[in-house]
């Protein structure tokens, strides 16, 4: 009978009666990529557009995104959904901060992205000043399909980062420019 | 009454003995946001509590100040219409069309019947929109989800209606200035018949749910109160004012974009409580329907924007033939137009009140002051108020019934 | 609409207060008079309690600046809505920039506090007997009033934006 329903890719390893050998960099990675726990803050209208792809018409929660999580401790990625004014800049920052690694950043939205349509004295121009960001989701605001694609970049990105990304000196001095230890 | 009320004036009657007698280091600081998932939006609150009791809150805003009105005075007129999408952003249609209805005012345009009911028929569209989302987040708050899941849906289905009107789901940017951009095709017209026909079931089904669940009554009866003296002199305008027994409606008492002609109640609750602010946004979504049957079934024939050249860009192919259009559409791309100097104030019924523009105009290419009176701004001053005295829980409550949006709330 | 005439409530006004109204005008039907800025408290008591118009209902408080004024460059303008009779009223008050300070109306509409903060943290304008003015939507260390017409929309601080590319 057939079925829509997908079964995740095995990566490459050796397989045999009741074994399987591959690497622990995939394993983690599959692991992470298909379970991504969001910290979805949520300023203004792109917020509205998240709360539509949480809902069942787009359905985030089939990637994986079940369990979304207000705590920063128990989250893996933050989707900064809408604009950062530079009063919240200082929130957003300790938000990100108190998160464990490993951690990415989406930045949803034209405004989380660049400012957007708002170039002001008020509004911060990209959350990239104040925290790394790993994928930009362009739009004013963006379907909901373009925040799912842009998780799924995060998903890809998760499946193959090596289990060392998060000690190495590159990742060390990309957090020092942000201020960050 | 229920138990579990008694249960409560009890605590609080017997905290506030206690109150009397202890100092102010006794109390709690808890601090509520900026980032909060039950505060719907980012604004803060400080709250002073007694054990379980609040007895005083310190409010911070501003936290999504984007400068809007500083923006307006550097855009040229029709340029402020995506900035007003973002103001109430749950029903951005009825903010759009309130900044047209403005300018309209200012160069003295009259707006044909059609584009005036077809006007209608997109802001009762919006005000179904928003009040969803208003009810259905009362009741995720109270951990009803079922209702947030099921009614989420129809949002979608408004969606699919905006999209077929102006390309976009949430910040419409619809309408222009002198009427609208193009003619409802039929796909618009089955939409929204589509709609009409379904939603009543899934709304009747939703009410079932939640308006008379012995639960959710027992969570938000008498919480957050506010009665309607004080409402008015804090200047409450919307469904919250209606709740607490006031019926102003800028619909009925300022009647803009043909509203006369339509026959509808405005609901009016007597206590002022979350559970009175409910019903009349659930209300107000029955007489919504009702405005947007009428004005399918009376549709006048016509065109669909007015006369004003200076404004509504004309025809692509009057552009490409005539000398004249070519010259309308570089001026008003180019932002050349003449405004006549002056300053107008009107008003709409926004999903959440009174949403005013005030219009200074000195005959330039932007407004020399634009001032929105945004609705949430207003009534958000009195939330200390309202919950002076009530639970943790009942505040979280108060703030999600009165719809609190932080883009109208910072603009 | 109503029954009392914008002409009757401006040649009341003008009866009651005439020396300190500068101007009355009725733009766009909406009867507007400019007040000499140290009267307003009076006139919005006036206002309330008058039998026969009953301004209870404070719609808006905002403000603006005109630099070419010289000795009223910022003003203050008040929108009042009588709900009995559905009847808007606009008062206009202007003050110096050297001394821009003008009473208070929370103690008759409790509406106008966050409203006059916002003037305050847009323009500068003192609201004396106010109870807590401070900045209420910009950050509260900044040093200027943005909306004044001196000042640019976009940040001065930025290093990123080539001015060439923007039109600058």
Redesign the interface.
Known sequence: MSTNINIVQAPAGVEGPGFFATSIDKMVGLARANSLWPLPFATSCCGIEFMATMGSNYDLARFGSERISFSPRQADVLLVAGTIAKKMGPVLKQVYLQMAEPRWVIAIGACASSGGIFDTYSVLQGIDKIIPVDVYVPGCPPRPEQIIDGVMKVQELAKHESTTRRNSPEYKELLASYGIE | MSNITEINNEIAEHHSTLANQSTDEDYTILNLGPTHPATHGIFQNILKMDGEIIKDAEQTIGYIHRAFEKIAEHRPFYQVTPLTDRLNYCSSPINNMGWHMTVEKLIGASIPKRAQYMRVIIMELARIADHIICNTIIGADTGALTGFTYMFQWREKIYDIYEQICGARLTTNIGRIGGLERDFNDEVYKKIKEFLRDFPKALTEFTALLERNRIFMDRIVNVGGISGERALAYGFTGPNLRAAGIDYDVRVMNPYSSYEDFEFAIPIGTSGDTYDRFRVRQEEMWESMKIIQQALDNMPHGKYFADVPEFYLPQKEDVYTSMESLIWHFKIVMGETDVPKGEVYHSVEGGNGELGFYLVSDGGRSAYRLHFRRPCFIYYQAYPEMIKGSMLSDAILTMSSMNVIAGELDA | MSEITNEHLLSRLRAQFGEFIYNEST??E?A?IVLRKDKITEVLHWLYNDPEFKF?????V?G??FPEAKGAELGI?Y?LHS?AN?L?L?IKCFVPVENPSIATITSI???A???ER?TFD?YGILFEGHPDLR?????EEMDYF??RKE??????T?T?KEDQYFGR
Do not use: S
Request: aromatic share 14%.
């Open positions: 733009p766009y909406l507007t209870q209902f404070l719609t808006d905002c603006i600046h303008i929108h709900l559905n808007r606009r509409f409790p509406a506090n966050w409203q916002e847009f900045r209420i939507l910009n950050v943005p909306l000042y640019p929309l976009e940040d001065g930025r990123d």
